[in-house]
């Protein structure tokens, strides 16, 4: 049984349980950004999950109350040629945050094990030798100092699917639904195999994955 079949997607808050939580946590993080200035380290924050998990909205939340001067949110989509010339991690490289700065990444260098491998866009041997190279990557950053943070936001298939409904039929959210989520969405059961095997490779002492129960907005 893999670790994605093991969360409890049916927990929950009340809205106004949510509400006071979120603001605590909120001036939390405002004050942790304050005293990660004066500490020589930064934060890395990476966003991974399914499509309509709520990465963005989770993104918004984290960073509405903090000062903008202090952070950057880098969403990442297809490699550029100029990228794709190099080494799959250089484009990551160039947007890693100084020191007393908080880089959040929409997405991340995971695209190397997770949709290049259920799409075939690379090579089996080439996919398989990231685990390592990711490992060495992220070992680096935290020996340098970095808090390397890694979330996974998980939904049911259902729920998923009522998501991308409601976005084709709400003109202010179209934009958030395409072609590839629809094919995606298809190819579920090989992402789920893809990404229990990443869960497995890449949760390191240093850099451990954290799970999200995303079903519900309101969860604790």
């Known amino acids: 049984m893999g670790r994605l079949s093991k969360l409890n997607l049916h927990k929950r808050l009340s809205k106004s ?41 989770a993104i918004k939340r984290l960073v509405e109350r903090l000062d903008p001067r202090g952070y950057r949110v880098v969403p990442v989509g297809e490699p550029s040629e100029e990228e794709n010339a190099r080494h799959f991690l250089w484009r990551f490289w160039k947007h890693l945050p100084p020191r007393g700065q908080i880089t959040i990444f929409d997405r991340s260098w995971y695209g190397r094990v997770l949709v290049e491998r259920v799409e075939r866009l690379t090579p089996r041997e080439v996919w398989r030798a990231a685990y390592d190279e990711i490992n060495a990557f992220e070992e680096g950053l935290v020996r340098d100092g970095s808090i390397l943070l890694k979330f996974w936001m998980h939904l049911s298939k259902d729920e998923q699917l009522r998501r991308f409904r409601e976005r084709e039929s709400n003109p ?22 893809a990404a229990e095997e990443m869960f497995d490779r890449t949760d390191t002492a240093r850099a451990p994955w954290r799970l999200v129960e995303s079903e519900y907005k309101w969860v604790g």
Do not use: H, M, P
């Open 172 to 193: 202010f959210k179209r934009w958030k639904i395409g072609v590839e989520d629809w094919r995606n969405r298809r190819r579920r059961g090989k992402y789920v195999e």
């Open 17 to 57: 349980e949510y509400e006071d939580k979120r603001s605590r946590l909120q001036l939390e993080l405002l004050g942790a950004q304050q005293a990660l200035r004066d500490s020589g380290r930064s934060v890395v924050i990476v966003f991974e999950g399914w499509d309509a998990a709520g990465k963005g909205g």
